[in-house]
């Protein structure tokens, strides 16, 4: 049972423009969310969070946006560049007992063609 | 700072064998948390520990153990070894139990 879907395994967008990558997740008890970026060989590099008390959050070229209602949150990326080509993970976290655990989707990889 | 540190960086071992994987986190980071990386699975959470102490653990056999040091250093141990346990192994480490956990490059596993 995936808790957290990332429904395109892959993107291709022209570079300067905007990248959209989305992500839903079923589990209401999750209350923070994350994205990671991952290039080959290489472990995850952590972009940019989201606490559920928000909607949005920037940081730069990033913007993540959360849709409570729908369960869903999406990653802006503007302008593109083709640094960015990478699979991109969506994580929601939550309490788990005493504990708090990470839950990944399964990715999508973004190419940004020059 | 130094960023997650994991050795060694590859590693091959026959069926049956067992395996010790080591991780160091950013200094000053408490949390260690071990996930197994695959084409069919994709990430997945093994477990996490926190002053030394198993604090979460995923849904992985009991061939898959871990253990953390006083200095907050991590090894995680797969007794055992299956060819379907060849993956990469990343550690993450956070500055306490938060979530936003920083990953080393991981170790990657083949298991002939």
């Known amino acids: 049972d995936q808790q957290v879907k990332q429904n395109s395994p892959s993107l291709s967008v022209q570079e300067g423009r905007i990248s959209i990558l989305n992500c839903d997740y079923t589990?209401?008890?999750?209350?923070?969310f994350l994205w990671y970026k991952k290039y080959p060989a290489e472990g995850p590099t952590f972009l940019i969070s989201i606490s559920s008390i928000k909607d949005k959050n920037e940081d730069g070229r990033f913007t993540v946006f959360l849709n409570k209602s729908a369960k869903h949150l999406s990653l802006h990326i503007v302008p593109s560049q083709p640094g960015d080509s990478a699979v991109y993970f969506c994580a929601a976290s939550g309490a788990v007992g005493s504990a708090r655990q990470l839950t990944f989707g399964s990715g999508t990889q973004l190419t940004v063609l020059p | 700072k130094a960023g997650v540190t994991q050795t060694p960086r590859y590693l091959i071992k026959t069926r049956g064998q067992q395996v010790t994987l080591s991780c160091s986190p950013i200094?000053?980071?408490?949390?260690v948390s071990w996930y197994q990386q695959t084409p069919g699975q994709g990430l997945q959470f093994l477990f996490e520990y926190f002053s030394e102490t198993q604090r979460n653990k995923g849904n992985f056999p009991g061939r898959f153990s871990g253990r953390q040091f006083s200095n907050s250093r991590s090894e995680m141990n797969v007794s055992t070894l299956e060819l379907g346990d060849s993956a990469l192994y990343l550690c993450?480490?956070?500055?306490?139990?938060?979530?936003?956990?920083?990953f080393g490059p991981g170790t990657r596993l083949t298991v002939l």
């Open positions: 993450a480490s956070s500055l306490l139990m938060v979530d936003t956990q920083y």
């Open positions: 200094s000053g980071h408490r949390s």
């Open positions: 589990n209401s008890m999750f209350d923070y």
